[in-house]
């Protein structure tokens, strides 16, 4: 239905930046959600970020000040901006999202997930 392609990650330094972006691979008519989580090993999954069409945002207390969730609507893509990394952000980043397409013969409903990014936060 809907892909979401990853990318951005890489290998930085502490107190450096990154910024990764979570692209869709069609036209989306609305989202309801996005959504940033993060693994690294031996962890569980944790819930990074979200963020609403409508603009309202949330973090986890780890990163609050440090990274920032947005949406660009014309270019169907999620970002998620990462300042002030530290060793700890350490982790595979997945984004996803839910909302809606135009499949050609009507509305449809998405969920889906990105294949996920390394992030590497090392001196």
């Known amino acids: 239905q809907v892909q979401l392609v990853e990318s951005g990650g890489g290998l930085v330094q502490p107190g450096g930046s990154l910024r990764l972006s979570c692209a869709a691979s069609?036209?989306?008519?609305?989202?309801?959600?996005m959504a940033w989580y993060r693994q690294a090993p031996g962890k569980q999954r944790e819930l990074v970020a979200t963020?609403?069409?409508?603009?309202?945002?949330n973090y986890a207390d780890s990163v609050k000040g440090r990274f920032t969730i947005s949406i660009d609507n014309a270019k169907n893509t999620g970002y998620l901006q990462m300042n002030s990394l530290k060793p700890e952000d350490t982790a595979v980043y997945y984004c996803?999202?839910?909302?809606?397409?135009?499949?050609?013969?009507?509305?449809?409903?998405?969920?889906?997930w990105g294949q996920g990014t390394q992030v590497t936060v090392s001196s």
């Open positions: 996803n999202a839910d909302g809606t397409y135009y499949s050609g013969s009507g509305y449809r409903t998405f969920y889906s």
């Open positions: 963020t609403t069409t409508g603009g309202r945002t």
């Open positions: 069609r036209n989306i008519f609305s989202v309801n959600a």
